[in-house]
């Protein structure tokens, strides 16, 4: 009996390292010897201008900047309404400038350069961005880090992984700082400062005292969460972590009966022969039968009994409900191998997207 002979392990460097250098190499090439180039990123640049109004019966002539109404609202300099005479500019109050930077792609670049070229001067102004371009590359370099796992764990896929780890973290966190932090607990406390501050357009509360009570109890319970880091009374941490964990599994636990529970029984109690509605009145039904609905009710009705009778054990699985619970056993493959199709299709889905990331945006061939 005969045995192949393992490949060696310096017939895999040389193998890789050939395909590194043969990759710089088209790289370099594309890079240098094209002139679109690589990982190019150009924007719009669009200057906004805002100024503040209020209604005119509301705006006293040469009134100061402190007897402004408390109602005013940031328009568009252009706007109908000032020409109108419905509103009227705040005197004493400089107009804010800034600018909109947008993605554009490279073909809409060019076709914008030429356009400018040929003396439109409505075509918009669209630069190189450096930054972005720098973006790209970082990108393109953590990408083809977690690729590269597929040759073997190595430093590089590790850093990317980590970045790709905490910077998920960072993001998250930041979220829901400005998300739930301050609007639910910030806003219920000190309205008026996160107002001003971070949420201009935070509605005023119907009842303040009792939100202002209502938000120092999971104050509280934060303060005693963090807890743990203290060098002493790491117990008091406990009490906030079973708070909410008891909070969550009681809210899940309704939500699940109602979602999994309620919602399948209700879906096996449909009527079996599915009528069609008439196309003259949604509320009337027809005396035509919905083929492929009625199919569909009867194969529900089928699955649902013979995977009853599969998990039905107080019988012996032999004869005719041996035979009605493999049937059951089939309906249960079909769905688990649904569900695990429906997954894997997701993860192609972002291995696609990362392939038109780097083909597209960072090589610039797409």
Known sequence: MSTSKPARTGDYRLLWTSLL????????????????????????????????????????????????????????????????????????????????????????????????????????????SPIDSIGVWVAAFLTLGIFSFLYRDNPWYKIAESVLIGVSAAYWMTNAFWSTLVPN???????DIVR??????????????????????????GFMLIWRLAPRGGWI??????????TTAGLKLVSAVEADLVAQAVATMKPLVVLAQSSESATTAANTINFWGTVGSVVGLIGVMTVLVYFFFSLEHKGAVGKTARVGVWFLMITFGSAFGLTVMGRITLLAQRFEFLFN???NIG
Request: proline fraction near 8%; avoid cysteine; hydrophobic fraction near 50%.
């Open 21 to 128: 250098v043969f990759g710089l190499v088209g790289l370099s090439l594309n890079a240098f010897g094209r002139k679109a180039g690589m990982a190019n990123r150009f924007v719009e640049i669009e200057s906004m201008e805002r100024i503040e109004v209020a209604d005119v019966s509301t705006v006293v002539a040469g009134s100061s900047r402190t007897a402004i109404p408390e109602i005013t609202e940031w328009v568009d300099p252009k706007d109908p309404r000032i020409a109108a005479g419905a509103v009227k500019p705040i005197p004493g109050v400089a107009p804010i400038t800034w600018q909109v930077r947008s993605l554009v792609s490279a073909k809409d670049a060019a076709a914008t350069d030429e356009a400018r070229a040929n003396g439109d001067a409505s075509a918009p102004e669209i630069v190189r």
């Open 185 to 191: 607990l910030f806003g219920k406390l000190v309205p």
């Open 196 to 221: 001003e501050i971070a949420i201009p357009k935070l509605l005023p509360s119907e009842s303040p005292n009792a939100d202002f009570a209502l938000a120092v109890v999971p104050l509280i319970l």
């Open 237 to 246: 941490s406990v009490w906030p972590i079973a708070f909410i964990i008891g």
């Open 361 to 363: 945006d960072w090589l």
